[in-house]
């Protein structure tokens, strides 16, 4: 049985006061509302990422992750934090490659790949995304494109190694815009998503991987996309700002 995931990306919001307490919501609400084997993963700016390690520290529920980390181990990168440093610092997963990186950092599916590498040495579980523009969907070539992102970031891996992350699928013209996609659409994305890792990995491990939409998830629309038999859950953005929003969105995998 693959797992159940809601997680939420804070970008670069809230400041160290408002994310504690943020957060010491999120915690306290998340205790009394998730069910079964869900898991609940928040990823704060990377400053706060010890404190909020520090208070999730007991809760079998809630893990912290980080936004990105550099593709090398350690040495003269000023300004960069490794995959060991997010580690150490009590962070067990990491999203990589999503849209606002490749965009308005120039990050690439070969960058990407490296960094994939270099979270799983930490010890990290990297959840790797993936999406079209608005332009490539008009174009019909968003399969293609989300085909190659799979097969140049992640399908290198070793299918033990592979066991190890999660995908989200974040279609670009749904990120911030209000517009969702339809749970139509993102099954449509996410069965094909999953075929793709039938092939390369074969169905067990396509069956245990777990793939989240993101994009305009809200309160309003998780439960219908959750309910999608190959929706595994969400990669919440805005709505993760809100402690009430993120744990409707946590609820919606039982309503
Ligand atoms: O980018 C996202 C999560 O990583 C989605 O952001 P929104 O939920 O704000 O659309």
């Known amino acids: 049985m693959r797992k159940k995931i809601v997680a939420g990306n804070w970008k670069m919001n809230m400041d160290y006061t408002s994310g504690l307490t943020l957060f010491s919501e999120v915690l306290n609400m998340v205790a009394d509302e998730a069910k079964g084997d869900q898991e609940v993963i928040v990823c704060p700016p990377y400053v706060y990422i010890h404190s909020l390690a520090?208070?999730?520290?007991?809760?079998?529920?809630?893990?912290?992750g980080a936004q990105n980390c550099h593709q090398a181990e350690s040495g003269a990168f000023t300004g960069e934090i490794s995959a060991n440093m997010l580690g150490s610092v009590g962070a067990a997963y990491v999203i990589l490659g999503h849209s606002e990186r490749r965009q308005y950092f120039g990050e690439t599916n070969q960058t990407l790949a490296a960094k994939v590498d270099a979270a799983l040495k930490a010890g990290l579980k990297p959840v790797f995304c993936i999406g079209e523009t608005l332009e490539e969907r008009n174009q019909n070539i968003h399969f293609d494109l989300i085909k190659n992102q799979l097969s140049e970031g992640v399908f290198h891996l070793s299918a033990e190694e592979f066991a190890k992350i999660v995908i989200a699928y974040e279609p670009v013209w749904a990120i911030g815009t209000g517009v969702t996609a339809t749970s139509d659409q993102a099954q449509e994305i996410h069965a094909f998503i999953r075929k793709e890792i039938a092939v390369r990995y074969g169905v067990q491990t396509a069956d245990n991987t777990t793939i989240l939409y993101g994009g305009s998830c809200n309160p309003k629309n998780a439960a219908e996309l959750f309910a999608q038999p190959d929706i595994d859950g969400g990669l919440i953005g805005g709505a993760s700002l809100k402690s009430r929003d993120f744990t409707d969105i946590v609820k919606a995998f039982n309503s």
């Open 54 to 64: 520090q208070l999730a520290k007991n809760s079998s529920r809630v893990s912290i």
